[in-house]
């Protein structure tokens, strides 16, 4: 069957990423569309009218959006290779969970960091540094969030590993120093091909922010 | 599944917590109910949720789950012999995901801002917060329920706000029913459902909790 899936997304968005990642792993060819935000697609606001946000998944005609929710249905629809979720019920519970924890917490205080200075960019790095330190412990000793094998809770936060640079050279601090058993699991995580191809250039993310907040 | 033992951490007005109970009932678990004192939070509830402190947490054989629209995959999950919440086709069940998150991101908060804001904030919330009703209005169609005969997953997160409407009539200004007539013929549906009624608070008790929480965080 001819699958026709066409991803509309933003380069440097780390959700966009996570479907790119997803569709990776599964080994699905796909079209790419690059997004202007400024001046958006008759198409990304037909297939999103709700949000009028990337990443819009559209397989064979039909959208889906919201990067977390993509991800779930690549994983259904391609289910017969690289399982992303586990089986277990309880299991997939927590990757939900920490999954949202993500989506809740680390992208806010990120902009904190890369939009403030003094006071409250200190405030921003210590949230920031506090959530990846929550993560870190979640992880523990496991090569994988989820153990052995790489899946859903490593895919929503392994983007965000492309814009540490920009976080760090913003505000001016070592992520790697606060964190090295999360830095370790993202290096091990890009030697992965299906990550190392789906994840933005980190000085490009950088270039990207000076323009985007005019810093 | 033999003596599971199911526990829910909730608080009586929180519209999270009622969804978990409907999809409890809905599904005929078994379960001990704690209503939690939010000001004077128990160590069962600091243990079982400490990474957000809030409920509902659902306790099942001892092992906690959090986030409300989480729990209810779980429940979904796990007492998958009747009433699935989630269809079973992929795409379907991708569209009903999006719009529970919907009803998450927009609508309580929404709901919120007009028993807790003043003047052109307050207007502009009632104003989106109409929009967002008609948005569901629009994709409820036809159908029923937003599970098409059987209640869904976004019926099981967008009835509880029923519960709430007085506390937005009265504290907002605002008259939903004219506004959005499918809107609340389709939560007058849901409220013959047993499950629904034994799980949403009375309208007059919500108010006062509201009247009461005005007061206290200095809105009155």
């Not at chain 2, 028993?115 to 109409?130: D, N, P, Q, R, Y």
Request: charged fraction near 30%.
């Amino acid at each position: 069957m001819a699958d026709e899936v066409v991803l509309l997304d933003l380069y440097v968005s780390m959700y966009g990423m996570r479907v790119r990642l997803a569709l990776a792993e599964k080994g699905v060819k796909y079209e790419y569309k690059e997004e202007d935000l400024r001046t958006k697609s008759q198409l990304l606001l037909q297939m999103n009218p709700v949000h009028k946000k990337i990443p819009v998944l559209i397989h064979n005609g039909k959208p889906i959006c919201e990067s977390l929710i993509i991800v779930q249905y690549i994983d259904e629809v391609w289910k017969d290779k690289a399982p992303l979720l586990p089986s277990d019920p309880y299991q997939r519970a927590q990757a939900r969970f920490w999954a949202d924890f993500i989506d809740k917490k680390l992208y806010d205080a990120g902009k904190k960091i890369c939009t403030t200075k003094g006071e409250e960019q200190e405030a921003g790095k210590k949230e920031f540094i506090e959530i990846l330190k929550v993560l870190e412990g979640e992880l523990g000793d496991k090569p994988y969030f989820m153990g052995e094998r790489f899946g859903f809770l490593d895919i929503a936060l392994i983007t965000f590993y492309s814009w540490f640079h920009a976080y760090e050279t913003l505000g001016n601090f070592s992520i790697e120093a606060e964190c090295p058993k999360l830095i370790s699991w993202a290096k091990r995580c890009m030697q992965k091909e299906s990550v190392s191809k789906s994840l933005a250039d980190p000085k490009k993310v950088y270039e990207f922010l000076v323009v985007m907040y005019g810093l | 599944m033999a003596s599971d033992e199911v526990v829910l951490l909730d608080f009586w007005p929180s519209p999270f917590g009622m969804r978990v109970r409907i999809a409890l009932a809905e599904k005929g678990v078994k379960y001990e109910y704690k209503n939690q004192d939010l000001w004077n939070k128990s160590p069962l509830l600091l243990q079982t949720n400490p990474v957000h402190k809030k409920i509902p947490v659902l306790i099942h054989n001892g092992k906690p789950v959090c986030e409300s629209l989480i729990v209810l995959q779980y429940i979904d999950e796990v007492w998958n012999h009747k009433a699935p919440l989630l269809p079973s086709d992929p795409y379907l069940r991708s569209q009903a995901k999006f719009w529970a998150d919907f009803v998450d991101k927009k609508i309580y908060v929404l709901g919120w801002k007009t028993w807790s804001t003043k003047g052109e904030e307050l207007e502009a919330a009632k104003k989106e917060f109409i929009d967002c009703i008609k948005l569901l209005e629009v994709e409820l169609g036809d159908k029923p329920f937003f599970g098409g005969e059987t209640l869904g997953i976004v019926d099981v997160s967008l009835i509880p706000l029923y519960s709430w409407f007085s506390v937005y009539e009265k504290f907002g200004n605002l008259s939903i029913e004219p506004e959005c007539p499918v809107f609340v013929a389709w939560a007058k549906r849901c409220l013959e459902k047993e499950s629904v009624t034994k799980s949403l608070p009375d309208q007059d008790k919500v108010c006062d909790y509201a009247l009461w929480r005005r007061k206290v965080l200095g809105y009155e």
